[in-house]
């Protein structure tokens, strides 16, 4: 595919594209109007599956032998081959996406001298700025920045505390492609059993245990209701753990009978099970070791389906719920949660009515199509004229 020469080129640098947990970046750049897209990645993952991009995705592949050859001479100076390709390519922006993928483009952006945007999305604000190695990997690319996005006012503030200029923090939301996902106001015939879905990886800021345990309080009160597990360990420190735990925690609340265990799906495999089910539990917690969300892409997806979802007082969620945030319970409060799923089976109405007030929201502030208009906005401020 060549990169189509009557629209300036933005070059967005990613470690993997397009990851399972990360399609919303194939989302926004299908819909940034005015530039072409052209992605370099570290790897290639799930293509396939996401075929509607009018942009070129270059692989670096850097574990080939001439490329580590060369970084162990050269360090972080570009590639020969990479920089006559650049030349050629010659973007108008660089836009790095996360910050632990920024910190080794700093000698990219220096080679482009072009504007630099970073966007952070979650555990590179919460979990790395806790640990002074990485607080100094990012003074630099602070300082070299001309734009640093945050998916939130949360997130906005804490990267003013890492020591981000905060004139160069703008708030930039993920917006959904709310126009290609399915509607299905979610209604719960008399006889059938109240149906949860979880989705994401098991890890503890997902709060996947409060998913468990409210389940069980729920049927212990008298609940019919069948919990669909969607994920799995993705190799993370604590992961495993956390995958033996939620074992564990099934087995000792005699929940064998009504959890379905499904491993990670396509996107559209997902949204086909969704739509089979009433509520999406995504109660996130802040962990242990710092990790937090930024905002959950999929939970956004569910909602602008006009599913009902039960989340929590938890980093930028609010700010995705808007004047529905009274709808989120506080973290690690499996009662909470519990009561709303009790309240939903007794009152199916207001399941209904929530799961599409949510996708009203979804449809209003976090339109992909407005979202992508605003970035495209944002490139020009910074592009020379």
């Given at each position: 595919m060549t990169t189509p020469s009557s629209l300036p080129v933005i070059l967005h640098r990613c470690d993997q594209f397009v990851g399972r947990t990360t399609n919303w970046l194939y989302d926004h750049l299908r819909f940034i109007p005015r530039y072409?897209?052209?992605?370099?990645?570290?790897?290639?993952?799930?293509?396939?599956?996401?075929?509607?991009?009018?942009a070129e995705v270059w692989s670096s592949n850097s574990e080939a032998?001439?490329?580590r050859a060369w970084r162990k001479i050269f360090g972080h100076?570009?590639?020969?081959?990479?920089?006559?390709?650049?030349?050629?390519?010659?973007?108008?922006?660089?836009?790095?996406?996360?910050?632990?993928?920024?910190?080794?483009?700093?000698?990219?952006?220096?080679?482009?001298?072009?504007?630099?945007?970073?966007?952070?999305?979650?555990?590179?604000?919460?979990?790395?700025?806790?640990?002074?190695?990485?607080?100094?990997?990012?003074?630099?690319?602070?300082?070299?920045?001309?734009?640093?996005?945050?998916?939130?006012?949360?997130?906005?503030?804490?990267?003013?505390?890492?020591?981000?200029?905060?004139?160069?923090?703008?708030?930039?939301?993920?917006?959904?492609?709310?126009?290609?996902?399915?509607?299905?106001?979610?209604?719960v015939p008399s006889g059938t059993p109240l149906r949860l879905l979880f989705a994401g990886t098991f890890r503890e800021k997902k709060g996947i245990r409060y998913v468990i345990e409210s389940a069980a309080l729920a049927r212990k009160s008298g609940v019919h209701l069948e919990l669909n597990l969607v994920g799995d360990a993705a190799g993370k420190p604590g992961d495993l753990e956390v995958k033996?735990?939620?074992?564990?925690?099934?087995?000792?609340?005699?929940?064998?009978?009504?959890?379905?265990?499904?491993?990670?799906?396509?996107?559209?495999?997902?949204?086909?099970?969704?739509?089979?089910?009433?509520?999406?539990l995504a109660p996130s917690v802040t962990a242990t070791d710092g990790d937090r969300e930024g905002t959950p892409f999929v939970l956004q997806q569910l909602m602008?389906?006009?599913?009902?979802?039960?989340?929590?007082?938890?980093?930028?969620?609010?700010?995705?719920?808007?004047?529905?945030?009274?709808?989120?319970?506080?973290?690690r409060d499996a009662q909470a949660l519990a009561a709303r799923l009790i309240g939903y089976a007794s009152n199916p109405d207001s399941l209904t009515a929530h799961g599409l007030a949510l996708r009203q929201q979804m449809q209003n502030h976090f339109d992909v199509r407005k979202c992508a208009a605003r970035l495209a906005d944002l490139y020009e401020e910074f592009i020379p004229r």
């Open positions: 072409t897209p052209h992605v370099i990645c570290d790897s290639l993952a799930n293509r396939q599956e996401f075929p509607e991009l009018d032998l001439s490329r100076r570009i590639f020969p081959p990479d920089a006559s390709r650049l030349r050629k390519l010659s973007p108008r922006v660089l836009h790095s996406h996360f910050g632990y993928v920024a910190v080794e483009d700093l000698a990219l952006a220096e080679f482009l001298e072009v504007p630099w945007f970073v966007g952070f999305y979650g555990a590179d604000v919460y979990q790395l700025g806790l640990l002074g190695e990485w607080r100094r990997q990012y003074a630099p690319m602070f300082a070299r920045a001309a734009l640093v996005l945050a998916l939130g006012p949360v997130m906005a503030e804490e990267l003013g505390k890492l020591g981000c200029p905060r004139g160069k923090i703008r708030v930039h939301a993920l917006g959904v492609d709310v126009h290609s996902l399915p509607v299905r106001p979610r209604v033996r735990a939620i074992s564990d925690q099934i087995r000792n609340l005699h929940l064998e009978d009504v959890v379905i265990s499904h491993p990670y799906l396509s996107f559209n495999d997902l949204v086909a099970l969704a739509l089979e089910c009433h509520v999406f602008a389906t006009g599913m009902p979802a039960l989340s929590t007082l938890h980093s930028d969620i609010p700010f995705l719920f808007g004047e529905l945030r009274f709808l989120l319970v506080p973290e």
